[in-house]
């Protein structure tokens, strides 16, 4: 396809654009096939905005209705009139930015305003920028992605006695949502695992997630198990977990659903490990919310923050309405929970909910972030990032097709990995110290995985980013985070390693709005950022004197 067809005017004179903490500045307007691109003309403006077309949510035109008249107008005096209008576009971006472009002559501005919702809302992969991105750095290329599961496997040597790396879904065939290679129980042959797959949604059978180096449990995930009203059973499906707990007493499923739910699940076809054919693990439930209900959270909280009303009671209650600090509360106690029964009691824990690709991954990640130090790391963070969302089938590109200002109609969207970032800047917050990745690292996470240059959250499981050719054919975001200038100020200035677990307090007046994201582009938050990097800087000098 040729972007050029959706271009019927690429530049425009004599532009206005108003845009948060910056003065009005008049310059000139380019549409390209993936960027639109202002540059400030105006003596002593140096205003410069590139901003990617995937970035932009939904935009909002108004224009003066001259066309009412075309009837008693000439062909030239129309077209004179049409000239001489002028319209106004409101361009509401994913990363929550709000940008006015105020366009002379209406023909041009319904131009501009058409090629802005066509090649914003491009569904083929292979039309995303990321496919036609080339970054100066050469070793950019050298690589894709931070490990893989046979990698991560042989790093982990204590697995080795009990766990196996195994092979049964190279071609994606027996789970289209996992990576061709996953860590079972040793004494589990492939064939069991087959038929296993088969009593799971989507295939997602258990597989191990987390090995703790402390005591030697494990965290599984999966979906939930196909039981239906029936109350099937699977012999394969619990020889699987009973030899995830060999001679233990017990252990825990996480189910990330309320026992309602549950019922409800069944009469569909779904359902959940019944006592009598899993005696010796222990089934907790833990209602999160994830698909629609989490998506119109995050609306009502970008509102909320909207809201200039300057009234702080209205304020107080539209957050409150919003419940999203109660969808982090939640996910953050379940996590909580989770790593009370690996760390503190000493027993191994499955988790699921449905399909096993969201709050399952959110909770076991976080759980993660609390008890493994080496999760802690920037490098690590990443990596693990790569390991419970990219490898373990978290579908980007159907979560994030839209943020909090599209007007199209929900679909599969949710805000299940910002969510996630939510968490983490969180425990970052309450932990300032233990962490070794900045905010700055989350703020760009969240950037990135609505609208990027970078291959990394495209696609919605490792068989389509094979399928397209992601991993040869663009490059990756978090070795491009890993370079040495990038490393520095995704960093923690103040980072002091740990052994410890860190549990991260749940309590309502522990739990913040996390201003650095929800009101970036309020001055308050630009306050806080210039602090913080002065912070960073007398830091990064105190170390550079102590060093000589």
């Known amino acids: 396809m040729e972007f050029s067809e959706h271009i019927k005017t690429a530049n425009v004179e004599d532009v206005e654009l108003r845009q948060p903490l910056h003065p009005p500045s008049r310059g000139t307007l380019c549409i390209t096939g993936h960027h639109l691109l202002f540059s400030g003309r105006e003596e002593g403006s140096s205003q410069q905005v590139l901003l990617l077309l995937r970035n932009i949510d939904a935009i909002e035109k108004s224009v003066e209705n001259l ?21 106004t576009i409101t361009i509401k971006c994913k990363d929550l930015r709000v940008l006015q472009l105020d366009i002379p002559g209406m023909e041009q501005c319904l131009n501009i305003a058409h090629s802005i919702e066509t090649l914003s809302s491009l569904d083929r992969v292979s039309e995303m920028y990321p496919f036609f991105f080339r970054p100066t750095d050469p070793s950019l290329q050298d690589q894709w992605g931070l490990s893989t599961p046979e990698r991560h496997y042989a790093e982990t040597e204590e697995l080795h006695k009990r766990w196996r790396l195994s092979s049964v879904n190279k071609s994606y065939s027996v789970c289209p949502s996992y990576p061709p290679a996953v860590i079972v129980p040793k004494c589990i042959d492939d064939e069991t695992l087959q038929k296993a797959a088969k009593f799971r949604q989507g ?19 999966s ?3 196909l039981t239906g009203a029936n109350r099937k059973r699977c012999k394969e499906d619990e020889l699987l977990l009973q030899a995830v707990i060999e001679d233990s007493d017990k252990g825990f499923i996480i189910d990330t659903r309320s026992s309602q739910q549950v019922q409800q699940a069944r009469m569909t076809g779904g359902g959940f490990e019944s006592k009598s054919c899993y005696n010796c693990w222990k089934r907790l439930h833990r209602q999160m919310e994830r698909g629609k209900p989490l998506q119109e959270s995050l609306i009502k909280l970008v509102e909320a923050c909207g809201d200039e009303s300057h009234n702080v009671d209205r304020w107080l209650s539209k957050l409150e309405n919003s419940k999203w600090l109660s969808h982090v509360q939640t996910a953050l106690s379940t996590a909580g929970l989770l790593a009370e029964c690996v760390e503190r009691d000493g027993h191994s824990a499955l988790v699921h909910g449905y399909e096993g690709t969201d709050c399952t991954l959110l909770v076991c990640t976080l759980a993660q972030l609390i008890m493994d130090p080496s999760c802690r790391t920037l490098e690590g963070f990443l990596s693990l990032l790569e ?15 839209h943020s909090a200002f599209s007007h199209a109609r929900l679909q599969q969207e949710s805000p299940i990995f910002l969510l996630l970032l ?3 800047w969180q425990i970052w917050r309450q932990f300032p110290l233990a962490l070794g990745f900045s905010e700055a690292l989350l703020l760009r996470l969240a950037n990135e995985v609505y609208a990027s240059d970078y291959g990394t959250f495209l696609c919605n499981s490792d068989q389509e980013r094979c399928a397209l050719g992601v991993k ?25 390693p740990t052994e410890l677990a860190i549990w991260p307090s749940v309590h309502p007046q522990s739990l913040q709005l996390w201003q650095g994201f929800f009101l970036r582009w309020t001055q308050q938050a630009r306050h806080l ?4 990097e002065e912070i960073r800087n007398l830091v990064n000098e105190w170390a550079r004197m102590t060093q000589r």
């Open 529 to 532: 950022e210039a602090v913080q």
């Open 223 to 225: 979906s939930q198990p």
């Open 387 to 401: 390991r419970e969302w990219l490898q373990a089938g978290h579908p980007f590109q159907q979560r994030c097709a």
């Open 422 to 424: 939510d968490c983490v």
């Open 472 to 496: 040869e054919r663009t490059h990756c975001l978090f070795r491009a985070l890993l370079r040495p200038a990038e490393r520095d100020y995704y960093s923690n200035p103040l980072y002091e």
């Open 67 to 87: 066309l009412g008249y075309s009837g008693f107008l000439s062909k030239a005096a129309h077209s004179d009139r049409m000239s001489a209008s002028s319209g």
């Open 203 to 221: 295939g997602r059978f258990p597989v191990l997630c987390y090995y703790h180096r402390k005591n030697g449990m494990v965290i599984m995930r």
